[in-house]
């Protein structure tokens, strides 16, 4: 799994470039909970922060690492 660590319980922001989202629909196909489509089929977010405990944190990192265009991120929340 590339990024974020999951190994610790700090929560992790999400974030979605929108400038760069195609589209692709895979965010909200592999993490429904976290991510929706707009109206245009556009990715949007449900919730920006998922607790480092939380057992959707993998699908997160799932999606993060799934997107064809780079346009999802994850970091550890300060």
Do not use: W
Not at 70 to 75: C, D, V
Request: aromatic share 4%.
């Amino acid at each position: 799994m590339v990024g974020v660590s999951t190994n610790d319980a700090a929560p992790r922001r999400i974030t979605i470039d929108t400038k760069r989202c195609s589209g692709h629909g895979r965010c909200y196909t592999l993490a429904p909970e976290i991510f929706d489509m707009d109206d245009e089929g556009f990715s949007v977010l449900l919730i920006d922060t998922v607790p480092g405990d939380s057992p959707l944190l993998h699908d997160a990192q799932t999606a993060v690492d799934a997107c064809p265009e780079r346009a999802i991120s994850m970091e550890t929340k300060a």
